[in-house]
């Protein structure tokens, strides 16, 4: 982390605030009390930090209204703090495999500005009325006194949700939940499938999480997509279009989630030439999504592959910055021109920068941050995204390296991820970890699938290194 550029430890000044803080922030006057509905959290299972919950309410005609509610940490987390200025120069928490780096002091992540069940919190609420097409037929954002009253997990979730689980146990507790949490997915629906109609990319990812049994790292674990993500997933981004509109209705700046059209698409038209369709010669995401869900019924235990190849080729996202009356690039992979990120304040620094914008539209005060100002920021959140993403990835590479180091000379199905001047990369199939391949790379682009050869593994710096293996050659 130093390496890159972030901050592991918490500045004593910053601990020190944290220390001071004995509880919540209480309500501000005349805000509207909304601890009366049915709200819940759906997270990872061992999510400590929770910035979301939500809840429906079926409207006549059909409509569902949904409100998202997200911590505001603003309330406790004041602009040129301490807490804040070690927040602004991560950006953002770092997840790696052996620990945690929260980007706030545990006591507030966790804690404080955390959406726990069984507790009252202040938050910032965004309400949107969807139609039985997918469409918004409404929305307001607003400030909000709400209450959490039940603590729900993915996994256990989705399998209720697709009819191969139980119930869990904390969705039986909770009177009428279950009929909540099934509005909710309703809702969450239209807006995925007008979002697809719309040319929102259907991509699926295997992502691995390496699973560290006394000090020892045993597998590699797949996370999957499921119904229970998915839910959240198109509520935040709904939460998030509707937040940017807000902030550009109400004259104010704002910093937009983007992701530019895509400089590598005669890649992605040959990729998916080399599989029988044809996409057009200048970018479009209503025709590549339907190439993509045509993949995933004809091939669907391919898919994750061709999903990693497009995203790879697709580019990273970024943060910018839209003044008022702007015209934001918008995001290719979502089809959406208004995107900010405003649903994850306990451990990203642009949703706080976000929430204080929204707090400026509530009071009728200017902007706190000027527009070059925001632009600087975000540029920083880019690079340190970027700068804990590697950090992150540099783990997981150790972490694979440690579970593969006594295979050596062992042969892999895998598939390029990467390739360019800097080197060209493979992902085995079984188990999932990506190397460099050393060997054997030239004529190879992301897409291609290859057999290769375990050359070596360097746990200290997290290096894998494969040799592309050919038919007929022989096995040390």
Sequence with gaps: MLDRGLEPDFPPAAQAE?????????????????RQLLWSSIDNDDSRDLDQIEVAEAQPGGAIRVWVGIADVDALVRLGSAIDLHARANTTSVYTAAQIFPMLPEKLSTGLTSLNPGEDRVAVVMEMTVA??????????????????CKLAYDALAAWLEGTGPMPPALAAAPGMDAQIRLQDEAASRLRRLRHEQG?????????????????????????ANRAKHLIEDFMVSANGVTARFLDQHDLPSIRR???????????????LGLGAHLPAEPDSRALNEFLEQRHQQDPLRFPDLSLSVIKLLGPGEYVVDPPGGDPPGHFGLAVKDYTHATAPNRRYPDLITHRLLKAAFG??????????LARLAQHCTQQEDAAQKVERQVRKSAAALLLENRVGETFDAVVTGA???????????????????RGFQGLDVGD???????STDVERGFIDFARETHGQAHP
Aim: aromatic content about 4%.
């Design 18 to 34: 944290a220390d001071h803080l004995a509880s919540p922030a209480a309500p501000p006057a005349g805000v509207r009390d909304l």
């Design 364 to 373: 009728k005060q200017p902007a706190p941050y000027s527009t070059d100002e």
């Design 420 to 438: 360019g001047d800097k080197g060209t990369w493979v992902r085995t199939l079984h188990p999932l970890v990506e190397g460099r391949l050393e």
């Design 132 to 149: 039985a097409d997918g469409s918004l037929a409404g929305s307001d954002v607003y400030p909000a006194w709400v209450h959490n009253r």
């Design 258 to 272: 983007v992701v530019r059209t895509p400089k590598r698409w005669d890649r992605i038209v040959e990729l998916a």
């Design 200 to 224: 929102a990319l259907e991509l699926e990812t295997i992502e691995a999480r390496p699973v560290i049994t006394d000090g020892k790292v045993t597998d590699l674990k797949e996370d999957k």
């Design 449 to 455: 699938r290859v057999r290769v050869r375990l050359l």
